[in-house]
């Protein structure tokens, strides 16, 4: 059977050089970065020239980066550290939108518990928050503004630059988790005002458990970790000194080659719309241009998104529902219904995000096992039943 890996906004795979790169970290190159002999200080200058490469890839300084355990560390810290900085001045409102990843919205969730208020934007059916309704949400009172460059679940881009832009113009601070979208699309925090920016390594070649966040200079981050020196006195903690050497070099070849792994993943990725596009009853959610390259999501009625993965799974298919199965609740997910659908439609959405290293094979693959496990599951269910009664109804 064929092995397909389509989750790639779950976790992505380590590059050959990324693991080449971290390999004598892990071996001979064992040294402490904060150690002042020779063999310690090899390490030291491996996290800084890491560092550089994250800030040329963002257009930052590198006195700007500040590696993190990863993209929800990042969140939260971005986050805390905005709302500090808004009490301070007694501004207590924070702007973001309906269809954030959990590490956002759950840490505003523990911000309104502290006495933040926070406005949640809509993103319409397309999944696009609209710039105008940014404008119109800030107030006086408005500290920070948070908002996704890309969603994770479907894939849909938001106009960061127009955002940034009006953040600037009003003088709020202006954060986005940009886990998904670095690696993938161009960014440059200069040209699109970006204040803070969140990213996490495994979601482009480098391994888990790194990350880092940008904090533009003159904005005072609140220390996270108390103790040492590292990471400019607001992270302390031995580095994490292989990771933080694989995050800087995926993230200098993925910037390398982001226009040709655009091309080609999204090339794949319309292979798969538009075969999957045969199946009845379904509908592709979120826009459909102003999209992740590599993000496939879709919902198919009378199906269950659960089942769909068990029996996608069985044929050798990793692939990603936005059902809350996580969380062990039947609830569809927050992303979903943030674009309006309906419970019962939400519940047979499927997530498949192709990446560099997937190939027509892959996708010719899916193609040929995702409608009969579809067929299948349909014929199973009772909700599929009453709406092809409904149908005939409608056509009697
Ligand atoms: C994966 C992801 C995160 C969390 O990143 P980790 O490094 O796994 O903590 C945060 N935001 C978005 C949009 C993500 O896709």
């Given amino acids: 059977m064929r092995f397909v890996y389509a989750d790639n906004a779950a976790t992505t795979a380590v590059s050959e050089n990324v693991k080449n790169a971290i390999l004598p970290y892990l071996t001979e190159q064992y040294g402490n970065p904060s150690s002042l002999y ?15 490469q994250v800030a040329d890839a963002l257009g930052a300084k590198k006195e700007e980066i500040y590696f993190t355990s990863g993209g929800s560390e990042a969140d939260n810290w971005a986050l805390r550290a905005a709302a500090k900085l808004g009490e301070k001045k007694g501004k207590k409102h924070i702007i973001s939108t309906k269809f954030e990843h959990h590490a956002i919205l759950h840490t505003l969730a523990a911000l309104e518990k502290e006495g933040f208020k926070v406005t949640y934007l809509d993103v319409y059916e397309n999944g696009i928050v609209k710039t105008q309704d940014v404008e119109n949400a800030i107030t006086d009172e408005t500290c920070l503004v948070t908002i996704m460059y890309a969603n994770n679940e479907i894939g849909t881009v938001q106009p960061i630059s127009e955002i940034g832009k009006i953040c600037q113009s009003k003088g709020v601070l202006f954060h986005t988790d940009a886990v998904q979208a670095v ?9 699109q005002n970006i204040d803070m920016l969140s990213l996490s390594g495994h979601k482009f070649h480098a391994t888990k458990g790194v990350g880092a966040l940008y904090c533009r200079k003159g904005i005072l981050l609140e220390n996270l970790i108390h103790g040492g020196a590292q990471e400019r006195g607001r992270r302390a903690g031995t580095e994490n000194v292989p990771g933080i050497v694989g995050l800087g070099v995926a993230i200098t070849d993925m910037t390398a080659h982001l226009e040709e792994n655009a091309k080609k993943v999204s ?11 045969k199946i ?14 590599g993000n496939f999501s879709m919902c198919f009625e009378g199906v269950e998104g659960e089942s769909l993965l068990l029996m996608l799974d069985m044929k050798g298919v990793c692939a990603s529902s936005g059902s809350a199965c996580t969380s062990g609740s039947l609830d569809p997910s927050h992303v979903l219904l943030s674009i309006g659908l309906k419970h019962e439609v939400a519940h047979g959405s499927l997530r498949l995000s192709l990446g560099e290293y997937n190939t027509e094979e ?11 496990i579809i067929e299948r599951l349909r014929d199973m269910s009772p909700l599929w039943e009453h709406i092809m009664e409904e149908e005939a109804k409608k056509n009697a």
Avoid: M, W
């Avoid at 009845?280 to 390259?293: A, V, Y």
């Fill in 183 to 191: 690696g993938h699309i161009a960014i440059d925090v200069k040209e």
């Fill in 38 to 52: 020779s063999f310690g200080q090899t390490a030291f200058r491996a996290v800084e020239k890491a560092r550089q």
């Fill in 267 to 277: 090339a794949l990725r319309d292979r798969l719309f538009e075969g999957a596009s």
């Fill in 280 to 293: 009845s009853h379904s509908r592709i959610n979120g826009d459909r241009e102003s999209r992740l390259p």
């Fill in 362 to 372: 892959d996708v010719d693959y899916i193609l040929e096992v995702l409608p009969p």
